[in-house]
């Protein structure tokens, strides 16, 4: 059951009589980063020339994740920028969907959303530097006209604030959301002075399957996909966008 106590950071472990700490959410960052890595090296420990179980699972999300990054740039650069795009969705794919086993979504903690963020914009800067370099970086914010430099520079920079709260806010919205329909279950039940634990997880399973399932994976889809898009577009000069 989702809980709406705890929207901001909240302290779980604490160092040096709590002046240092972790949180609930890099906790569960840290356990899905974990995951991750284990799965990698599960499926890489005996590479066969005829993939079977794991490794041609492993196989299947890394050619699609190659495939959908070569949708938005030429296969040179989808091959450089492939491990990075598949990380993050998977990544945010597991965070989204924290919340199934009844804690808060890592994403749900405006933190994290602005983390990835802000990640993500200093790669897409960094690409526009090195394609570019320093000085025709600096153009393109004034292509191709002089005067959208100013409104350039602020469309960048709006970019980590709406991917952060766009994500931030759509995996809050469907925590809160749930956490609604629970306590409203609970309320009915409880007035009518019955308990039937098999229909309080039946009813709200559609929701659930909704918020927990599907929105991650949409999420994720969403908020990659933009990442793409806008490294796609630091690749390009004016000329030849």
């Given at each position: 059951?989702h ?5 901001g ?5 604490g160092?040096?009589?709590?002046s ?13 980063a974990?995951?991750m890595?284990?799965?990698?090296l ?9 993939p ?6 492993a ?11 070569g ?14 795009v598949g ?8 965070t989204?969907?924290t919340?199934?086993f ?10 994290t ?21 320093i000085l ?16 350039m520079?602020i ?20 925590m ?7 306590k ?14 098999f ?25 990659t996909?933009?990442?793409?898009a806008?490294l796609?577009m ?5 000329e030849?966008?």
């Amino acid at each position: 059951m989702h809980s709406t106590e705890h929207l901001g950071p909240r302290k779980i472990i604490g160092f040096l009589d709590g002046s240092v700490f972790i949180t609930e959410t890099v906790l569960l960052a840290l356990i899905v980063a974990v995951i991750m890595v284990v799965l990698a090296l599960l499926s890489t420990r005996k590479l066969e020339r005829e993939p079977k179980g794991v490794q041609l699972i492993a196989e299947l999300i890394v050619d699609g994740m190659y495939k959908l990054t070569g949708t938005m740039m030429d296969k040179r650069n989808a091959e450089i920028y492939a491990p990075f795009v598949g990380t993050l969705f998977l990544f945010l794919i597991f965070t989204n969907a924290t919340g199934l086993f009844g804690v808060r979504p890592v994403t749900a903690d405006v933190n994290t959303a602005f983390a990835l963020s802000i990640t993500t914009f200093l790669v897409i800067q960094g690409t526009s530097i090195r394609n570019r370099g320093i000085l025709g970086h600096l153009k393109h914010y004034g292509e191709p006209y002089p005067f959208m430099f100013p409104i350039m520079v602020i469309k960048d920079l709006s970019l980590p604030v709406s991917l952060a709260f766009r994500l931030f806010g759509n995996i809050t919205g469907g925590m809160i959301i749930m956490a609604f329909v629970f306590k409203a279950l609970h309320a009915a039940t409880d007035g009518l002075g019955i308990s039937i634990p098999f229909l309080q997880f039946l009813i709200p399973l559609p929701m659930n399957l909704f918020f927990d399932v599907f929105e991650p994976i949409l999420q994720g889809f969403i908020f990659t996909t933009l990442t793409m898009a806008f490294l796609a577009m630091s690749l390009t000069t004016h000329e030849n966008h």
